[in-house]
Structure formats: C-alpha cells, structure tokens
C-alpha cells in the first residue's frame, strides 16, 4: 500500500493564481481531511469528509473548496491563492469504523506551498 | 469550542533525562486524546492514543494518561535519547469526527 499520497511536494503561486492540491489513499478509508501548518499554530483543519459525496468545513475553510467523488480522492482548491494561504499542506485518511472518532488518522508527506 | 493547549517549546534535555510535555483541553463529550510525533521534513506519525478515561496509552517508552477530572493528557518518557528529538502534538477528536491540534512542543535532545 502507498498509504496516503500528496501532490505536489512544492509550489509557488503568485496571488490570484489558482490550483489544486491532490490527495489519495489506497486503504479505502472513508473519513479523509486537510490541514495547514503554520509556525507556532500546530495544524488547523480546513475541511473533512466522511464519504463520498459528503463534506463539511474545519477551523479555516475560506479561500479553500474541497470535493469528494470517490473514496480514494480528496482535492483540495484554492481558487485565488493569496499570500496568507502560504503553508504546509497535510492531507490525512482514517477509517471510520472500529473506534470511530478514536481511530488512528494516517497522514501524507505534505505539500510546500508558497504564495508570492 | 473545543481545543487543545500544550506547553511551549522548545524542550531541551540531556540523554536519558524524563520528559513530560503537559497538554490539557476543553471539550464536550468525552473526545479521544492522542499524541503524535512529526520528525524533521516529514508528516506527523501516531505515537499514542487514549479513548475514554483512565486509559493508558503507550509506545516506544513513551506513555501518557487520559485524566477527565483535570482534562489533561500529559506525555512521559523515563529515559529520552536523541532520536527522540523531533515536535509532538497533542490533539483531540470528538464525535463529529474534527481533530483539533495543539500548536506542538519541539523537543531536542543532547547527547
């Protein structure tokens, strides 16, 4: 199993410019998530979903839009990258059964991002 | 809301000396409680985690306990070495599935 990927491992953007980050996991996990890390602030979760086609927002969703067609996949879009969208991007997976909400969330390598 | 607070770094400290890095919370419910750990360059791996209270959980000699009467969840390590250094989070998730994190504690341990 690879896990959980991320795509790119580096980006520069200049403001105003859009992409979208990418996100797969191989473990048919159903509860799948974005963070961003800032110095001094630890991770803070943008959006979340439980399920294909379901979704729901974090601490700091804005500037930010996420979808979930597949199990597998979970985009996460920034439409007009603006210079405090600079960060570390982790996408992370976990299953949803078991222990539910105490279930070990598996993270990817993470995405660089640098907006200019 | 819910959160977590952890005490600031950075923690240094001599080979083989214990460690505690404090974390407590505030919550609703009864949320699980976990650390990780997040090496240099890398993304953030399970250390330990604890499901309701007066659980134990351990690993790699490090151990922490899930204390509802005071909301805290402290992490230990009798003896650390250097491989040891890294940042630890302490982070909770309740039943509507968000995982709220700590701003995290760097630890450098000398030999």
């Known amino acids: 199993n690879a896990g959980v990927t991320q795509t790119p491992k580096f980006q520069v953007l200049k403001t105003g410019q859009s992409m979208t980050l990418q996100c797969a996991q191989d473990?048919?996990?159903?509860?799948m998530s974005w963070y961003r890390q800032d110095p001094g602030m630890g991770l803070r979760l943008i959006h979340y979903?439980?399920?294909?086609?379901?979704?729901d927002q974090g601490e700091v969703p804005n500037g930010y839009n996420v979808s979930r067609s597949t199990t597998e996949d979970f985009p996460l879009r920034l439409l007009s990258a603006a210079p405090s969208q600079t960060s570390v991007y982790f996408c992370?997976?976990?299953?949803?059964?078991?222990?539910?909400?105490?279930?070990?969330?598996?993270f990817g390598p993470g995405t660089r991002l640098t907006v200019l | 809301g819910n959160s977590v607070t952890q005490m600031e770094g950075p923690v240094t400290l001599s080979e083989e000396a214990f460690l505690t890095i404090n974390c407590t919370y505030t919550?609703?419910?009864?949320?699980?409680l976990f650390w990780y750990v997040q090496y240099p360059g890398e993304g953030l791996q399970l250390l330990l985690k604890?499901?309701?209270?007066?659980d134990k959980g351990s690993n790699k000699g490090f151990e922490a306990t899930y204390r509802k009467e005071t909301t805290s969840f402290h992490l230990e390590k009798g003896s650390v070495q250097v491989s040891d250094s890294a940042v630890y989070f302490c982070?909770?998730?309740?039943?509507?599935?968000?995982?709220?994190f700590g701003s995290g504690t760097r630890l450098l341990v000398r030999p």
């Open positions: 992370a997976s976990s299953p949803l059964g078991g222990q539910g909400a105490g279930n070990e969330q598996f």
């Open positions: 473990m048919n996990h159903e509860y």
């Open positions: 979903s439980v399920g294909a086609g379901i979704t």
């Open positions: 919550a609703t419910g009864y949320p699980s």
């Open positions: 604890a499901t309701k209270a007066d």
């Open positions: 982070a909770l998730m309740d039943s509507s599935y968000k995982l709220i």
